[in-house]
């Protein structure tokens, strides 16, 4: 599915499919960190099962006033204890599955907001 948004200043996802995003005209398919104000990083979990505190730390860190996580191809909530440091900064987290979590960064980040999408992309081969 190709995304074609009103023009935006910022960093947006352009397209998405199963395993993968399009940033610009580049093809993403490893899980992905991607913000309003040009932050850009691998997330290093290639499953919702390989998440912990340290990778909801990293958004912490980040400072953005929403973080949208992309949970993969269902919607999983994080627990309590991995979402911590973003409630200990008073961060919001909302939780949806990836190609939802595309869809609505880019509507944020269109707006203006200082908001983080942290996308679990897993590989579609066997």
């Not at 074609?4 to 398919?29: A, C, F, L, M």
């Not at 269902?74 to 939780?95: D, H, V, Y």
Request: with cysteine; proline share 6%; charged share 15%.
């Amino acid at each position: 599915m190709k995304i074609h948004p009103d023009t935006i200043n910022v960093q947006s996802i352009s397209g998405y499919g199963p395993g993968w995003v399009r940033v610009g005209n580049e093809k993403i398919e490893s899980s992905v960190v991607i913000g309003s104000r040009g932050e850009r990083f691998n997330w290093c979990c290639g499953s919702f099962t390989d998440l912990s505190p340290e990778h909801f730390g990293q958004l912490a860190a980040l400072e953005p006033e929403l973080v949208i996580f992309g949970s993969g191809d269902s919607i999983r909530f994080p627990p309590g204890q991995w979402i911590a440091p973003l409630i200990n900064k008073q961060i919001g987290i909302e939780t949806m599955d990836t190609q939802a979590a595309c869809r609505t960064y880019n509507i944020l980040a269109g707006e203006g907001r200082k908001v983080i999408v942290a996308l679990i992309l897993q590989s579609t081969s066997g």
